[in-house]
């Protein structure tokens, strides 16, 4: 039962304007089974408040993913970018005198300042511009991964390596010269004048054939060189920018030598787990062709200032 709201009379329950005053019907009625039904209004208005809801609902989540994303991407940038130390420049005594014919004759080197890794690139760093580049994993060897240095890299795939995290980081890595790793291998301007980096000593500083158990061992668990940089001698030969040539030395430029403009090999520092002292010298001067391979091979990055 329904009464009009203008004049008050009583209503039919189907009736849709007064039969007394004319005025239309509005709002909610009693229905014949004594329920209140809806009006077209009222449905519109549930309507509204439902897209409504679903779309706060849909953005708070959307806002909420991308947060989670950068967050997400933020930690894995993290993981991914080597610590570095800051090497200030000045002038050392490159190449050796008791060495061998190819690091002869020792000579004056100017250096300016650069970055270098802290540490070898480890399985951890390199995987990441695997999977970001969906390229194949290198093989470790039964040996284990994570902290390990990355092993069974070419020279290529360490330079492509040091592109990739230049464009994801912004910042310009790229492989050392072999000047710069000999001279953050001595120790820079605090070198303590030492046959191995950071000491005389060498199962201080280096895992070799003595004390590697001949495997590569997780990167900085031996003491650092005056610099506070690890595994510069022994763990993992590291590969350096330039081509390789036997007279270098006779010739190279004074103030940072870059290496020849062309050659057959390119020149890796530092000696490995598998290699006797001698080997390990901050001297001594590896060479092996660009396309190779090994278990004893990984590298380093220097940060551009």
Known sequence: MSFCK?????????AKFCPSCGAPVVGTHQSRGGEKESSPVGYIIIGVVVILSIVGYLYYYQVNKNIDVKIKNKKVLIKMVPEIVYVKGGTFYMGSNDGESDEKPIHK??????YIGKYE???EEYEKFCE????EKPDDNGWGRGKRPVINVC?????EYCKWLSEETGKKYRLPTEAEWEYASKGGLKSAVYKYSGSNNIDEVAWYDGNSGDKT????TKQP???????MSGNVWEWCSDWYDEDYYSKSPSTDPKGPSSGEYRVFRGGGWYNSSVNCRSALRGRSLPDYMGDGDGFRCVQEK
Request: aromatic share 14%; charged share 25%; with cysteine.
């Open 6 to 14: 203008n004049c008050g009379i009583k209503l039919d329950d189907d």
């Open 109 to 114: 080197v100017i250096m300016s300042d650069f």
């Open 121 to 123: 690139v480890t399985f």
């Open 132 to 135: 970001s580049t969906r390229r």
């Open 155 to 159: 020279w290529y795939d360490a330079v």
């Open 217 to 220: 061992h997780p990167v900085g």
């Open 225 to 231: 060189n005056e610099l506070g940089i690890y595994d």
